[in-house]
C-alpha cells in the first residue's frame, strides 16, 4: 500500500465551503484507480491549510494520482509514502 499526502494553502474558513472542497476533492479522488481510502481535513494551527492522505494499492497508481493533481491543482505539496507498517487498533 502507499499513501499520497498533500499539503495546499488557500482552503476555505467557511465551514460549509470547506465541507463542500472536501467532497468534491474526495468525489474525483474516489474515481482514481487503486483507491483504497482517504482522508481530508484542515490544519489545527493554520486553518487556511488543508491536509490529504489518500492510499492506494499500488506505487504505479499512487504516482498516476500525484501526476494527476500536480498537472490540475496549483499551490499543492504531494508525497508518495511506501506503508511500511500497519498497526492494530487498540482495544
Do not use: C
Amino acid at each position: 500500500m502507499y499513501v499520497v499526502i498533500g499539503e495546499q494553502r488557500g482552503l476555505s474558513p467557511d465551514v460549509g465551503e470547506r465541507a463542500a472542497q472536501f467532497n468534491h476533492m474526495a468525489e474525483v479522488t474516489r474515481q482514481s484507480p487503486g483507491y483504497v481510502r482517504g482522508w481530508w481535513g484542515a490544519d489545527d494551527t493554520d486553518a487556511e491549510v488543508m491536509h490529504v492522505l489518500v492510499m492506494l494499492d499500488s506505487l504505479a497508481n499512487a504516482q498516476a494520482l500525484k501526476q494527476m493533481v500536480e498537472q490540475n491543482v496549483t499551490g499543492v505539496r504531494l508525497r508518495i509514502m511506501e506503508v511500511g507498517l500497519v498497526a492494530p487498533a487498540a482495544d
